[in-house]
């Protein structure tokens, strides 16, 4: 993708699931390509909707970058500005409001010539991990393994195999890294509990 388009960084983003998801979206700042992170856009911003629904600011930012390394080098001793974060930080003493200074390796898109964004299916390719495991609990480890589960059973199904409904079954990446190649080994197959093909 990036060669083909000669970008000198992209990333890989997906449609948010919703105005409150704490993921940072893609955004043109004073005309320049970069993320606002969800604490900086605001309630009003992150709700604003296209004629057809959708959300406006609806890129979000799944982490998977790509850069040259002639672009790096380039924008390496480059001066960032610091995003400003208000949050509950621990101590020794209990928790206490504080302030964070925060910079992002994504801070250099600004100052790309051609940056390039590429839309993947969330459900293939991205489960957030923000807390840890709890009930109720959004964007932990459980709920990206489950999600993984979830898409090597599609998969697994797609080549042929039958996976019970409560059934952990994981695909190595050393076997397939997209659900190609999997129907000669599991055509045929049954998974009934926890395995890994």
């Known amino acids: 993708f990036c060669v083909t388009r000669d970008a000198d960084c992209a990333a890989k983003c997906s449609a948010k699931a919703g105005p409150e998801e704490k993921v940072g979206v893609f955004a043109l700042k004073d005309g320049r390509s970069g993320v606002v992170e969800y604490s900086e856009i605001g309630p009003a911003r992150a709700e604003l909707r296209n004629s057809d ?76 991990v923000k807390n840890a495991d709890g009930p109720g609990k959004t964007d932990t480890p459980s709920t990206a393994r489950a999600a993984l589960y979830r898409l090597h059973r599609r998969w697994l199904e797609a080549a042929g195999a039958t996976v019970a409904p409560d059934a952990e079954v994981e695909v190595s990446p050393l076997l397939s890294y997209a659900g190609e190649g999997l129907t000669a080994r599991c055509a045929g197959a049954a998974f009934a509990e926890r395995a890994e093909v």
Request: avoid cysteine; hydrophobic fraction near 50%; glycine fraction near 6%.
């Open 53 to 128: 629904g959708s959300l406006t600011y609806n890129e979000g930012n799944i982490a998977i970058h790509a850069y040259t390394v002639a672009f790096l080098r380039a924008v390496a001793e480059r001066e960032l500005i610091y995003h400003v974060a208000h949050k509950t930080i621990a101590t020794v003493d209990g928790p206490v409001a504080g302030v964070k200074l925060e910079a992002f390796i994504f801070d250099v898109f600004q100052f790309a010539s051609n940056f390039q964004l590429l839309r993947v299916d969330r459900a293939a390719e991205f489960s957030g």
